[in-house]
């Protein structure tokens, strides 16, 4: 499975951890920045670039980190067939994955620890969806919604 990574200034470090363990784990990662640190960045820039890879390839999956976790959410989720989620924790990514087959999951950086948020990118990736038709109807709502909007 493909992932890609993107992150502002505050969620730099943490992509970084994240990046390496994905790595160790086996995934194949593309990494679309910031490559580095640079304080004044801004987090549109990448939770695009995670959006549009993921709206392109929806064998793929994405990960958008900024320090509320807010703002790349709402970035990643202005692409069509992307289906983000800010979550907490690993039950909160279970759902979102059984429920709502999510391919992009926002983190906040500054609300997570490393450890955290490795068990909380785990679950996610090893979480099916559900397939159960009550979830395909909502989802088929959504894709409904995005042909429909301006």
Not at 33 to 51: H, L, M, S, T, W
Not at 96 to 123: C, G, H, M, P
Request: glycine share 6%; net charge negative; charged share 30%.
């Amino acid at each position: 499975m493909l992932i890609h990574l993107g992150s502002d200034h505050r969620g730099f470090k943490l992509k970084q951890v994240l990046r390496d363990f994905l790595e160790q784990t086996g995934y194949e990662v593309n990494d679309v920045g910031n490559i580095q640190y640079e304080k004044d960045d801004d987090y549109p820039d990448f939770a695009a670039r995670v959006g549009e890879k993921v709206s392109l390839d929806p064998q793929s999956r994405g990960i958008v980190l900024c320090a509320s976790g807010v703002g790349v959410d709402i970035v990643a989720n202005k692409f069509s067939r992307v289906r983000c989620a800010l979550v907490s924790d690993a039950d909160q990514a279970a759902a979102s994955r059984n429920d709502d087959d999510t391919n992009v999951l926002a983190f906040a950086a500054d609300y997570v620890s490393e450890d955290q948020a490795k068990k909380i990118v785990s679950t996610w990736i090893q979480t099916p969806f559900s397939g159960e038709e009550r979830h395909r109807r909502r989802i088929q709502k959504i894709s409904d919604i995005e042909q429909k909007r301006c």
